[in-house]
């Protein structure tokens, strides 16, 4: 039997294989009829809305996807030699080497969401940064699901040859007239030795979906993965664990987090880094805020396998509802002597001293919470500059300006 019969027996086998982390799903509840043809000028607002910039002209490349159908890939010609942008099936098709490379990361009997993502492959991008390429604008991809009650199940693959540097920004969305579905999300990410990315990930779904991304990450000597997620839309239900395996000398990966549970949502958010490589560096920082009758799991945890290895995880939550709830799970592992790994977590609810200071300075209580929660998910953490900051700050600002 060849490799890729042995991977799609293996999904076949998982399909009924639930994750551990999240609410259970029935996979045939979802329909696999696609959407018709989406309006240009509606495509550019729903990705403007997860800060894809779909028209401008400050990015190196564009990959779109609506439901199973690839509408938009392009590099721009500054960067034609430094970066490939691609359905994965086209790149599997163009490069029979990547085989070596699908579903190396992320097994595919996983859970059921894998397997569905094997068995029912909906397209996905593949990036590639070639061997030291700088490329100092961001590539930007979005994922949009048009038609309601829709599974849409993509894998993407990113390279980054050995020396390069990236940004990938990708946003995930919905049509307006979008009121549930499922989207399952497969990312493998390979960083060669002394590359770079910067990853980050927006998402504004609906109130009906269910969100299942699945992410691996190898990093190499000297590589550095820097992971950004951002979700403050309400949704059914979103479940997601990233694992960076950091086996390079020097490797380092971080993963910053800002979530907004609100309405009846329950958001089960984590990550995972393993210190394998001497000297690797691991840091997860997250805040998360549950309001109304959200719910919310945040995890995270460090594995320190090498006694140069270190390590530390941070997660600060807001509680805004007396029928909300929030849940904090660090955890950390060591494996050898030396290791060092540290964590910090609280909980809590917003101080009363606080609300009636700014109160005091003529802003209602609504106001003075909308304001503290907003100073809570600081953009900061993320690292970013520039129009992408500002962008994550107007969501955020339009989210909690709109649901406190």
């Known amino acids: 039997m060849s490799e890729m019969l042995e991977i799609r027996e293996k999904a076949r086998l998982a399909l009924a294989k639930p994750s551990p982390y999240g609410p259970d799903l029935g996979l045939s509840s979802y329909s696999r009829v696609s959407g018709g043809n989406v309006d240009g000028e509606e495509l550019a607002g729903q990705a403007a809305r997860v800060g894809v910039d779909l028209e401008g002209s400050a990015k190196a490349g564009i990959y779109l996807q609506s439901d199973r159908s690839i509408v938009m890939r392009a590099v721009e010609e500054s960067y034609r030699d430094s970066v490939e942008v691609m359905g994965t099936m086209e790149a599997l098709s163009k490069y029979p080497w990547l085989k070596d490379y699908w579903w190396r ?28 390429s700088k490329v100092t604008l961001p590539i930007h991809s979005c994922f949009l699901i048009s038609r309601d009650n829709l599974d849409q199940n993509v894998h993407n693959l990113v390279i980054l040859e050995p020396g390069s540097e990236a940004q990938l920004i990708t946003g995930c969305t919905v049509h307006p007239n979008v009121r549930k579905g499922l989207h399952v999300g497969v990312s493998e990410f390979i960083l060669r030795k002394g590359s770079k990315l910067v990853f980050t990930m927006i998402h504004g779904w609906a109130e009906g979906m269910d969100v299942r991304p699945r992410t691996g990450i190898i990093l190499e000597d000297d590589a550095t993965f820097i ?26 990966a971080s993963f910053n987090t800002l979530i907004y549970g609100s309405r009846n949502s329950i958001m089960d958010v984590g990550s995972m880094i393993h210190l394998e490589g001497r000297g690797s560096r691991g840091e997860m920082v997250t805040r998360a805020i549950a ?10 945890l460090l594995r320190g396998c090498n006694p140069e290895s270190r390590g530390h995880l941070e997660c600060r939550g807001l ?29 809590g609810k917003i101080s009363e001293d606080q609300i009636e200071y700014l109160m005091a300075r003529g802003l209602s209580e609504d106001e003075a919470t909308s304001l503290i929660v907003k100073g809570f998910l600081d953009v900061g953490i993320l690292g970013l500059s520039g129009t992408l900051k500002e962008e994550i700050q107007r969501i955020i600002n339009a989210t909690t300006g709109r649901t406190i």
């Open 319 to 347: 509680i805004l509802s007396d029928k909300a709830m929030l849940n904090a799970i660090p955890e950390l592992i060591g494996e050898t002597q030396g290791t060092e790994l540290s964590h910090e977590a609280a909980v």
């Open 227 to 252: 992971s950004n997620y951002v979700c403050t839309s309400p949704v059914r239900s979103l479940q997601t664990y990233p694992v960076a395996h950091c086996i390079g000398e020097g490797s380092r």
């Open 291 to 300: 309001a109304d009758e959200s719910k919310i799991y945040t995890r995270g």
């Open 105 to 132: 990361i992320v097994p595919v009997d996983l859970d059921k969401y894998t397997a569905l993502a094997e068995l029912e492959w909906d397209q996905g991008y593949f990036i590639r940064v070639l061997p030291g």
